[in-house]
């Protein structure tokens, strides 16, 4: 379906979905489903105060505005190759449920709530992510293949989970507690006023540059991992102490 005019979207199942007018803001009258992309060319869409739940079986594209409200965005892919493009527009919770999907970011993205992967793969490919709502549960994998972007985690929550949760750089803006092992392929950062914990499960934290605490880290008995492979890391404990500290990274200097 090509949206140029209406401004009411059935709820029902689509294969494509674009919209192109940018006089026009399309409304959902209900949740919607689409097995292949959503593209907003132009134009506003938006979930309403009802709050409507978009599933996309594959990419999605945003040039225009997409209104997330405290809406859910799905994407239930079981195929490798789909992208994200969020054209500025942050989400507010996203799901990803496909066994076997990947999404790639293809621009710095937002959620003003939480993230859940509960089947498939989040390449983060180089871009930013923010987290504000705090929680980023990962049952299966969050990536990083490229040496760049940060993921910020703010607000109140969990990061982590039964997965695999890897980023370049973490920065930490709020109040986190690890909800299984994490790994930064470059530095972490606990920003001022704020606190990362380790839990009471004392999950293993491994950096891959440097360390800088300005806030709170509740190590437990937890362990932190230095794997840098290279010199010229630093470590900022800000004050407080860790449990348990290995360093892995042949040539690495901290």
Do not use: C, H, M
């Not at 739940?53 to 079981?78: C, D, K, M, Q």
């Not at 299966?140 to 982590?160: F, K, W």
């Not at 989970?161 to 890897?166: C, L, N, P, W």
């Amino acid at each position: 379906l090509t949206a140029t005019s209406s401004t009411q979207i059935e709820d029902t199942t689509y294969y494509n979905l674009k919209f192109s007018s940018s006089s026009e803001t399309y409304v959902l009258e209900g949740n919607s489903t689409t097995t292949n992309y959503i593209n907003i060319q132009a134009g506003t869409l938006d979930v309403t105060t009802n709050n409507y739940t978009l599933v996309i079986g594959g990419n999605w594209t945003n040039s225009g505005t997409f209104n997330a409200r405290s809406g859910e965005v799905r994407f239930n892919s079981t195929s490798g190759g789909n992208t994200i493009t969020t054209g500025g527009s942050p989400f507010y919770d996203l799901v990803f449920a496909g066994t076997g999907g990947v999404w790639d970011l293809q621009d710095n993205a937002t959620t003003s709530n939480d993230i859940t992967i509960t089947a498939g793969t989040l390449d983060l490919n180089g871009q930013d992510l923010l987290v504000q709502g705090g929680d980023l549960a990962v049952s299966d994998v969050l990536a990083a293949d490229v040496s760049s972007g940060v993921l910020t985690i703010e607000g109140t929550g969990d990061i982590g989970g039964s997965g695999t949760t890897t980023a370049y750089d973490i920065t930490f803006s709020g109040n986190t507690t690890l909800a299984g092992d994490i790994t930064a392929k470059n530095n972490i950062v606990i920003s001022s006023s704020y606190s990362l914990d380790a839990s009471s499960s004392n999950y293993t934290i491994t950096v891959g540059g440097s360390w800088d605490n300005n806030g709170t880290f509740t190590r437990r008995q937890g362990n932190v991992v230095f794997n840098a492979v290279s010199s010229g890391k630093t470590i900022n404990d800000g004050g407080w102490p860790f449990y348990l500290l290995t360093f892995n990274g042949a040539g690495g200097g901290w």
